[in-house]
């Protein structure tokens, strides 16, 4: 629904049980209908009752023949009729209350506010989110593994994950495995489910412990890499001079990323015109 904000009672970083009131919005309009529609309700049962009794009335005066069936068959009609207008009364009261019910936004499950995105006082729009919420359950570990090492994993598996922000190691099990190969990197991407593990958060650097021997990569600062274009640059150090060299890169690993030609171990490279290792 469109409704004013009211009230939202959450703040980043509350822990919310399912079912905790996380915002209102303004209901006296649809509180308004809905007093109309009950008051429509009532008016309808009314007629409905009457219309009963007068059926009732006019079956007996029929079994004493003294009502014709012409008589019977509109009262019949009648009281059905009425019966008619209280079942769509008590329809329209039924869909004001689901509608009443929406304007009390409520968690629906156990987690932490991870962001508020809208304030008191703004205009709550339908598919426009007021705030973000996160689950410990359901997330998931991205691991790029060599294709030669990949090979030795399998959907459904147990592995051993570790979480460096938490220093936590954890048992995950295999979700998914690509069969695509990256043909920069020749790696394969693995999706591993995690446990629920307290502080956790979406976006936390993790490790997947290999199957097989550990991948030897040439890692440089991510701040030192220049875009030109669709080009990838850094300055290194030769002889005493900066000199601008040509690199590829692969994958990040956390303010570190991969080189994967362009570069020899042990060169210097120039960061933000300091030199660094």
Known sequence: ???????????????????????????????????????????????????????????????????????????????????????????????????????????PFDGIIVKRLQ????????????????????????????????ARYLTGMDVTVRIDALGQTASAQIDEISPEVDPHTRTQLIKVTLPAIEGLQPGYFGWLEQACDQHEALLIPAGAVQHIGQLEVVNVLSEGRPLMRHIRTAKTFGDQIEVISGLQSGETVIINSQQAE
């Open 119 to 150: 304030q008191a006082g703004d205009m709550g729009l339908p598919g426009v989110p007021l705030v973000t919420l996160q689950t410990p359950k359901g997330l998931r570990l991205e691991a790029d593994v060599p294709s030669t090492c990949a």
């Open 1 to 107: 629904i469109t409704a004013l904000i009211i009230e939202i009672t959450v703040n980043a970083g509350d822990k919310v049980k399912k079912g905790d009131l996380i915002a209102r919005l303004d209901n006296r309009d649809i509180t308004a209908q809905e007093q109309a529609a009950l008051a429509g309700l009532a008016g309808a049962n009314a007629q409905a009752n009457r219309a009963k009794a007068d059926e009732q009335r006019v079956r007996s005066l029929y079994s004493k023949e003294a009502a014709t069936r012409e008589n019977l068959d509109a009262i019949v009609a009648q009281a059905k009729a009425a019966q008619a207008s209280v079942n769509q009364a008590s329809s329209k009261v039924s869909e004001i209350r689901t509608h009443l019910a929406d304007t009390r936004l409520l968690a």
